[in-house]
C-alpha cells in the first residue's frame, strides 16, 4: 500500500490509494471532526474514483490511532440493563450461526473484535468451540478460551479451521480491510461461513448525516465494494441484512437535511447539524424536563417533527436497504 506522511494536522497523517482496488484516483465526499475526542481535528471522507471505496484520507497512521482510543471509548456499562441489551444483541448475532449449528457437524467460531469475550462466550455456551482476536485491552483477563491480542492478519492460525468467522464492527476501524478479508478465506473451511457488520455508505446517515464515527471509522462500505472485496478474497456473497437488528444507526437529522438541501437548495455541512437535545441542555444549564423540552423544540422544531417519524423512516430505509449498518453473510468456495 501506498503511504506518505502528510504535513499539517501532527504530522501524524498519511495519505493512502484505495484499499480496494490500488486506484490513486478520489473524490472527496464530506469532512468531519472527531466529535466525540478531539473535536478541533478534522478529516475527509473520500470516495474511490474507479471502486466507489470510502475512505478516511489522509488518516492517523497505525501507530497514531491509538490516541483516537482514549479509555472512556472501551468503558462498558456493566448494568443490568446493559446486560439485557447485550444478550438480545447476540441472540441477533447467533442467528447467523444457525446453519452451521443446523449442519450438526463440527462448529468452531473465531470472532474476530471480540473486546471482553462476551459474544465467543455466548457461542461457547450453545455448544461452540471458540476463539477470538482482539488487538486492545479486555477490562478483564480472558481465561476460558484462546484470544489472539493482535491484528487479525498476523495471527498464528492460518490454515483453514473454522467453520465460522464473525467480526461485528470490526472492519470499518482496521487499516487494511483486504488483509482481513484475505486472512477470513485463509482461515475459514470449505463451505464455512464469514458472517460482518459494518456500516452501509450507501446510507443517508453515513453519506449526508455525519453519522460515522470519525477517525474511528476508516472504511465506508457498500454491497458492491464489499462484493468486489469477497470476490478478491476467494468468498462469496451469500446476502445483506439491511437494519437495526444488531446495532442502531439512526438518521439522526434527516428532516434538517431534506429541508437544508431540497427546499432551501443549500449544501449540508456538519456545521448544519443541530445540537442533539442533551448537548442543548448542557449548553444552556437545563435539567430534563417539559421546560427544556419546549426550549429544545422552539431551537430546532424538525428535530421534533423528525423523532415522531424516526420508527417509520428507519422501517422505509431497512425495507430500501439504505439503512445505516448492514450484516452480510459470505460462503468460502
Ligand atoms: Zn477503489
Known sequence: MYCRNFGGQGD????????????????????????????DETFTVVECSNCGLGFVNP???FAE??????????????????KKYLTKRFEAEARYLREIEDRGGSRKLLDVGCWNGDFPRFMKARGWEVEGVEVSDASEPITDFTVYNQEFQDIPADEPTYDAVT????????????????????????????VFLV????SMVSRHLFGEDIPRHLYFFTRETVRQYLDKAGMTLEYEDNGRSIYKMAPANWLTYLVQTRLRGKPFTCKDVPLSSRDFRRAHGLSKGVGASLKYAAYSPSSVMERLLMPAVETAQSLRKNYGISTYVARKV
Not at 167 to 194: C, T
Not at 199 to 202: D, E, I, K, M
Request: hydrophobic letters at 35%.
Open 12 to 39: 501524524l497523517l498519511e495519505r493512502v490509494d484505495c484499499n480496494l482496488c490500488g486506484s490513486t484516483q478520489q473524490t472527496p465526499v464530506y469532512e468531519m471532526p472527531d466529535t466525540r475526542f478531539f473535536p
Open 59 to 61: 488518516r492517523p497512521s
Open 65 to 82: 490511532m491509538a490516541k483516537y482510543y482514549p479509555r472512556a471509548y472501551y468503558q462498558a456499562q456493566p448494568t443490568h440493563d446493559f
Open 167 to 194: 467480526a461485528w464492527a470490526v472492519l470499518e476501524h482496521v487499516h487494511d480491510p483486504m488483509a482481513y478479508f484475505r486472512k477470513a478465506s485463509r482461515v475459514i473451511k470449505k463451505d464455512g461461513q464469514f
Open 199 to 202: 456500516t452501509n455508505f450507501n
